[in-house]
């Protein structure tokens, strides 16, 4: 059975009242050989302070070195400690905020959080996933009212010794039931080698997979030894439990994909979209500059702010595509086809970005898409513009969406300029699954865009390899993490 230690800074930091425990300081717990030889180990660390090089970071640091399950864990205490990290994630709870906080009277408000839980029965579902947003024992949460929205301001962990005899008893409550849990670990089925999560969004009405393409990942899963389950949003506090993520959801900066990537490579899983390809692939002015530096062709391309509309005309001609950096699905993208149109939608795309992207139109009767996974070319498809459409997806004004036909070639029947240009652009990215989309014309192939998570539809992107496709991105996940695997 693990051994449970909960780690203080003094002893007098654990009140009388507190439960039964296994305390010891922190100078016992980093000092003492004793503890350094325990292998199945769980730390609380409730030091006084968790500021770099502390003693209590020093507590996370070396349990984490001993392979202690601690927490709350290095990475945590480096993400509190920044909040241009941790306003990233927060901001996805903005709507649940404002929704837990709107009939308070007050303008501000701080909230204390012990293991997840609140001492307000209202704020509890906030509570619980802040904490697993960042699981650290004790957070003070702040909260105010601006423009007429409650958004989180500041998130920092609460000290046990700074606690006041009133909030001795929720903490009592909450202490008692971390320590009489389970700690999660990686699950494993007898008959599986690997578990893998894949990602979805049941409500995505443009997923990246459809429900029979994810269907076929479990069952061929089966076959190869690896137990595949699809989780969503709400299961974030169970990712450890599994060995590898594979992101099969719209994929963000500010959105909670991110923050699943991020923590799977925390938490040393093999991880497809990995953080550095998402940040990488899902803003186009940093894909645009990219390309440019390294000669990858493209249609002409131009990063605008607001004071070179002027300059634009005489660098591009009309029509001219303007796009937001972080678009994606065939958001977010204009043709304008005069000045007037020019001034009206940059205008509107200029209060979301700083920066937006202004390209040469080329018209072509459909798009090439390679699929690329670690470097080697996987599908190659053909899609086609929406029926009286200058794109292959029309966002329609009611909602609807038209959709082009397409077709998928063998990549060896797929032209060779094509597929040497798409692997340029997609090894710049990293090692991952991308989709390279590019238009081919009588003078080449020119790169539109880089996909960190490409669509793998069924009867689509599969309609050549069938199964092989699943089985290759599958074998793909067995040799990274065959690769992990300790001498």
């Not at 241009?84 to 303008?107: F, M, T």
């Not at 509570?127 to 998130?155: G, N, S, Y």
């Not at 190869?224 to 599994?242: C, P």
Request: overall charge positive.
């Amino acid at each position: 059975m693990a051994e449970h230690l909960v780690v203080v800074e003094k002893r007098s930091d654990w009140k009388p009242d507190f439960p039964r425990a296994r305390v010891v300081t922190a100078t016992e717990y980093l000092a003492s050989d004793e503890f350094g030889k325990l292998r199945d180990c769980k730390v609380t660390n409730l030091c006084r302070s968790y500021s770099y090089l502390s003693v209590g970071y020093y507590v996370s640091l070396l349990a984490e070195a001993r392979r202690h399950r601690v927490i709350p864990s290095t990475r945590t205490l480096s993400e509190l400690s920044r909040k241009s990290i941790y306003s990233l994630d927060v901001a996805e709870l903005d709507g649940l905020v404002h929704r837990s906080l709107k009939k308070s009277a007050a303008h501000t408000f701080d909230m204390l959080i012990c293991f997840g839980q609140s001492e307000h029965p209202e704020l509890e579902d906030l509570a619980r996933q802040i904490h697993e947003m960042f699981p650290c024992p004790l957070l003070r949460v702040e909260f105010k009212l601006q423009a007429d929205k409650w958004r989180i301001t500041r998130i920092r962990p609460y000290w046990v010794n700074a606690l006041d005899e009133v909030q001795h008893r929720p903490f009592t409550l909450a202490v008692e039931h971390h320590l009489s849990k389970r700690w999660r670990s990686r699950r494993r089925r007898p008959d599986s080698l690997y578990d893998l999560a894949i990602l979805v969004n049941p409500a995505d009405p443009l997923p990246p997979s459809d429900k029979r393409a994810l269907r076929n990942f479990v069952r061929v899963g089966k076959t190869m030894g690896i137990d595949v389950e699809l989780i969503e949003k709400r299961d974030y506090a169970r990712l450890a439990e599994y060995d590898a993520l594979f992101i099969r959801d719209t994929t963000r900066i500010e959105h909670y994909t991110y923050r699943f990537s991020r923590k799977a490579e925390s938490e040393g899983m093999v991880v497809i979209d990995d953080p550095d390809s998402i940040l990488k692939c899902t803003n186009k002015v940093y894909l645009a500059e990219l390309l440019r530096a390294n000669r990858v062709q493209t249609p002409k391309t131009v990063i605008l702010d607001e004071d070179g509309l002027a300059a634009l005309e005489k660098e591009i001609p009309y029509p001219i595509v303007l796009k937001i950096p972080d678009g994606s699905f065939s958001r977010g993208v204009f043709k304008v086809n005069d000045r007037a149109e020019l001034e009206a939608v940059s205008a509107g795309l200029f209060k979301e970005s700083d920066l937006i992207l202004a390209q040469e139109f080329l018209y072509t009767e459909f798009d090439w898409r390679i699929g690329i996974l670690n470097g080697t070319p996987i599908y190659a498809c053909q899609y086609f513009m929406s029926k009286k459409h200058w794109q292959i997806l029309q966002h329609k004004k009611g909602g609807g969406v038209a959709q082009g036909a397409w077709r998928t070639l063998p990549i060896e029947e797929t032209p060779t300029t094509v597929v040497r240009t798409a692997l340029k652009a997609a090894n710049l990215i990293g090692n991952g699954l991308y989709g390279v989309d590019l238009k081919q014309t009588t003078k080449g192939a020119f790169v539109i865009e880089v996909n960190d998570n490409p669509n793998l539809d069924s009867g689509v992107e599969d309609a050549v390899l069938k199964d092989e496709l699943y089985r290759a991105i599958l074998n793909e996940f067995i040799r990274r993490l065959e690769v992990r695997k300790p001498a």
